[in-house]
């Protein structure tokens, strides 16, 4: 086995057993620096648009500061949850559930995500759909709560000649 394969062989294996932990610790990071940021107002860039879909989703029964905080408090909490790997089906319930608050500007108000629907998003729009990334992280998460994981492929190379040589 040459170096290639040998570095090839050992980076995928090294990748299979550490990468959803990386995955974890990366998305609880993101939640816990852009939650936290709501803990003081006017820090957080999606402040406005979270406090437009928390009063349309909860008919304005919420007032803003407390909702903002909860808010807060519920993205670090859901942060803290998946860099520490506990109880990690309530932190993904928790997740999607934010998730589908981050999501519903979308629908609740595409005249702030979108310039010319349905291509063209505007930088809130941008700030909203980059989240498509982290529902896919939690899905992958997901898959190895009940001990699954990463497993590195046989040690066979794959077939190139059945490839389009395009």
């Not at 936290?36 to 349309?56: C, D, N």
């Not at 040690?155 to 059945?162: A, F, K, Q, Y």
Request: hydrophobic content about 50%; cysteine-free; charged content about 15%.
């Amino acid at each position: 086995m040459n170096l290639y394969h040998k570095t090839d062989h050992f980076l995928t294996h090294w990748l299979a057993q550490r990468g959803i932990v990386f995955l974890r610790l990366s998305i609880g990071f993101i939640f816990i620096w852009f939650g936290g940021l709501k803990f003081f107002p006017g820090a957080s860039p999606a402040e406005e648009l979270a406090l437009s879909a928390i009063s349309v989703l909860t008919f304005d029964l919420i007032p803003e500061s407390p909702a903002l905080f909860l808010l807060a408090g519920f993205e670090v909490l859901i942060g803290a949850g998946l860099i520490f790997g506990r109880y990690m089906r309530i932190i993904l319930l928790m997740l999607i559930i934010q998730m589908i608050g981050t999501m519903s500007p979308v629908l609740l108000f595409p005249e702030i995500v979108f310039n010319s629907p349905p291509f063209l998003l505007t930088i809130e729009g941008q700030y909203i759909l980059k989240n498509v990334i982290v529902i896919s992280s939690a899905m992958v998460i997901g898959a190895t709560v009940r001990g699954g994981g990463l497993t590195a492929s046989s040690d066979s190379e794959p077939d190139l000649s059945e490839q389009d040589s395009d």
